[in-house]
């Protein structure tokens, strides 16, 4: 099955600076990755997400990078503030079949705790 | 506005209990999941509905049960609760659009049980 890993685990910025967190997956069908902002004490909630037919997706001051080739992904945030204080989680989805039905099978990464300090 | 809920918030249980976590959902999404987030592991699956007949075991389903009683009712059970299970426990709907077969996932606020 999928295998994703995510670095690093814990992640230190200023006010300002540029943020990276990096994931890499095993399996070369896995077609569509999504990333999740888990804020403290709430819900994950998707904030961008990116399909392999895409080598860069960009929202605002975030974006998302895909190399198919080396199979890993990166999640960029320009500017930081601290309300980008959060655990982010990346998953990378693969085409799956359960009792006949086809669906996107997740499996996510084990999350990055971000600290922005003011 | 249309969410994901589950009950109860936290709960504080012991070793052998028999616990029951649930979910409701106002989204009218067919497909439900149930996720267990613990710190280093991310979240894994424990157990997806894609409908009311449909049940399928995830990644980590040993020691788990499920029940879809209803379209929008998916409930998550501790047969036998162990220290182990402690963990943040999540629910989650997706709704596939006609093509689409990667979904956005809607988690519930989250239920953090502790076992004893």
């Known amino acids: 099955g999928e295998n994703v890993e995510q670095h690093p685990s814990t992640l230190s910025v200023q006010e300002g600076d540029s943020a990276v967190i990096k994931c890499t997956y095993s399996d070369s069908a896995s077609n569509y990755f999504p990333w999740y902002k888990q804020e403290l004490g709430k819900r994950p909630q998707l904030i961008i997400d990116i399909r392999s037919n895409v080598g860069e997706k960009k929202d605002q001051r975030i974006a998302v990078t895909l190399n198919k080739t080396a199979k890993h992904f990166s999640l960029h945030i320009t500017e930081t503030q601290p309300e980008d204080s959060a655990v982010y989680f990346c998953a990378a989805s693969t085409l799956s079949n359960a009792g006949g039905t086809s669906y996107g099978k997740l499996t996510f990464g084990q999350g990055t705790i971000l600290t922005v300090h003011p | 506005d249309a969410d994901v809920t589950q009950t109860p918030r936290n709960r504080i249980t012991k070793t052998g209990k028999r616990i029951m976590l649930e979910c409701s959902q106002t989204?009218?999404?067919?497909?439900m999941y149930w996720y267990r987030q613990d710190p280093g592991l991310g979240l894994r699956l424990i157990y997806y509905?894609?409908?009311?007949?449909?049940?399928n075991k995830g990644e980590i389903s040993d020691g788990y049960s499920v029940s879809r009683q209803a379209q929008a009712k998916f409930s998550l059970s501790l047969e036998s609760a162990i220290p182990n299970q402690t963990a943040l426990y999540f629910c989650a709907t997706s709704d596939p659009h006609r093509g689409r077969l990667h979904e956005k996932l809607f988690f519930g606020s989250g239920t953090q049980l502790s076992v004893l």
């Open positions: 989204k009218g999404h067919d497909r």
């Open positions: 509905s894609f409908d009311v007949k449909d049940i």
